[in-house]
């Protein structure tokens, strides 16, 4: 992504620090945020594809969860009967009882990596509506503090943001996906009405890579790993095709 797509936030449009909100549905309001102060934390598809009708776009990340392709996606990246794999969050507490294979690789302090965006205050209700259809396979909505990034020079330490996450116990969580070969092989041959499969996680996998290059982080190990998985494997079915 470019660098100059972000911008740091002014103190007029800070929002005042909240408590962690419990899971909400998707059509209940957030009341406790006004649509002066709406932010909207990305960390799949929304840091390539932003919600619409943004005003600001500061890069960042949130604590306490491990991103992971373990939901299963019917409407965008696959189909009701072929689904694909797109990317949730696990708190960091029910993921330690997990036999996660990428286990030994995570990192420490449990930050996932991301964007948030502040909408419009007139465009609230319409970005609301839209990421609501747009995350309804499975996702619910969640209020977590997000801590702007060093190189977005930010005056202010947290801002509250609205995540949408697919907890385990939505029907489309795929749960631990063990064998990672397999795990690629069905991204690489899943596709769905908003693409193939592949794509989101290249896509993701580059967003990623800048973000953590632009503050000197660690790459997340779980994307990367997979995309070099991805890329092996469509590079034996480019060959065979050749040959």
Request: aromatic share 10%; no cysteine; charged share 25%.
């Amino acid at each position: 992504m470019d660098s100059s797509a972000f911008s740091t936030p002014s103190p007029s449009s800070t929002p005042l620090l909240l408590p962690n909100e419990p899971v909400r549905s998707l059509t209940e309001p957030v009341k406790e945020i006004s649509h002066n102060h709406f932010w909207i934390f990305g960390y799949g598809s929304l840091i390539f594809k932003p919600p619409p009708d943004v005003e600001m776009a500061v890069p960042g990340y949130i604590s306490g969860y491990i991103r992971r392709f373990w939901q299963k996606s019917h409407d965008h990246r696959g189909t009701p009967t072929a689904p694909g794999r797109v990317v949730t969050l696990i708190e960091r507490e029910y993921w330690e009882t997990l036999d996660d294979p990428h286990a030994k690789f995570e990192r420490p302090d449990s930050r996932t990596w991301g964007v948030a965006y502040k909408i419009v205050p007139e465009k609230v209700r319409h970005v609301s509506a839209v990421l609501d259809l747009r995350e309804q396979n499975g996702y619910t909505v969640h209020l977590v503090p997000f801590s702007p990034s060093k190189s977005a020079a930010s005056l202010y330490s947290t801002i509250p943001t609205i995540v949408y996450i697919g907890t385990p116990d939505n029907d489309a969580f795929a749960g631990v996906e063990a064998d990672l070969d397999g795990l690629a092989k069905l991204i690489l041959t899943s596709k769905g009405p908003s693409g193939h499969n592949k794509e989101y996680l290249f896509k993701l996998g580059d967003a990623l890579v800048d973000l953590h290059g632009r503050d000197g982080e660690e790459d997340d190990y779980h994307v990367m790993d997979l995309v070099q998985r991805v890329r092996r494997l469509e590079a034996v079915e480019d060959e065979i095709i050749d040959n």
